[in-house]
C-alpha cells in the first residue's frame, strides 16, 4: 500500500494568483497522477508526472495553466496558475501500485 | 475511448436495506475495477479492488463483482447503515495504463 500525504488540504485564493500543491508519497513510486473533481463532477485526469521528464498532459490541459514538478520518486506538485473562479476544484493527486490505485485526501480549492 | 457509467446517480434507503449499485464501462480491456468511497469535500477511499481475472470481491458488509465480456460491476452493500451515506464512485484501470478512468458516482443516502 502507499501513503499519500497532500497539502494543503483546502485554500481560498484570489483570481489571478497561483496555487501550488504538494504530494509527499510514503513509498516511491514511478508515476503520479494529478486529478480535478470540479463541483458535482467526477474525476478527470490532468497529467501524469513522471519522474524525470516532463509531465504528460490530457486533452485539455496544458502545462502553461497547470505546471507540474517532478524532482524525485516520492514527491510532486500541481501548480494552479492565474486562477479563476473556474478553478475552484478538488485536486487530487494519486499512484497506482502494480494492483491498488490510491489517492491523498484533496486540496479544495475556492477561487474569489 | 472508455467510458465508464454509474447508476443510479443518487439513491436514498432507510437504515438497514441491502442495496446494489451498478456500475458499466464500455471497453473489456482492463487491468482492474476499483470502487471508492468519498465523503463530501473529501479524498477518495479505497473499498474494494477487483483484478480482471477475478469475479468478485468481499471485504465486510461489501460485495463487489466484475462480469468483464459485459462490462458491468456491481457493489452490494448489506444492512445499510447511515454512516454508509457518501459518494460511491466506480473506477476502472485501463491495459497499457496506469491512471483510472472514472464513472460520475451514486450518491447514497441512508436515513435513520
Known amino acids: 500500500s502507499a501513503v499519500i500525504s497532500q497539502k494543503p488540504s483546502r485554500d481560498i485564493c484570489q483570481r489571478g494568483t497561483s496555487l501550488t500543491i504538494q504530494c509527499q508519497v510514503d513509498s516511491q513510486v514511478t508515476m503520479m497522477f494529478w486529478y480535478r473533481q470540479q463541483p458535482g463532477q467526477s474525476l478527470t485526469l490532468i497529467a501524469t508526472a513522471n519522474q524525470g521528464s516532463e509531465a504528460t498532459y490530457e486533452s485539455g490541459f496544458v502545462i502553461d495553466k497547470f505546471p507540474i514538478s517532478r524532482p524525485n520518486l516520492t514527491f510532486s506538485t500541481l501548480t494552479v496558475s492565474n486562477m479563476s473562479p473556474e478553478d475552484s476544484s478538488i485536486y487530487l493527486c494519486s499512484v497506482g501500485g502494480t494492483t491498488e490505485t490510491f489517492f491523498g485526501q484533496g486540496t479544495r480549492l475556492t477561487v474569489v | 475511448k472508455q467510458e465508464v457509467t454509474q447508476i443510479p446517480a443518487a439513491l436514498s434507503v432507510p437504515e438497514g436495506e441491502n442495496l446494489v449499485l451498478n456500475c458499466s464501462f464500455t471497453d473489456s480491456a482492463i487491468y482492474n475495477l476499483q470502487w471508492f468511497r468519498q465523503d463530501p469535500g473529501k479524498g477518495l477511499t479505497s473499498l474494494l479492488l477487483?483484478?480482471?481475472?477475478?469475479r468478485e470481491q468481499t471485504s465486510g458488509r461489501l460485495n463487489a463483482s466484475l462480469d468483464k465480456s459485459s462490462g458491468r460491476s456491481t457493489l452490494y452493500i448489506a444492512a445499510s447503515q447511515p454512516g454508509d451515506s457518501a459518494t460511491y464512485l466506480c473506477?476502472?484501470?485501463?491495459?497499457?495504463?496506469?491512471?483510472?478512468?472514472f464513472g460520475a458516482g451514486t450518491r447514497l443516502t441512508v436515513k435513520p
Open positions: 477487483i483484478q480482471s481475472s477475478q
Open positions: 473506477a476502472v484501470r485501463p491495459l497499457n495504463n496506469n491512471d483510472m478512468r
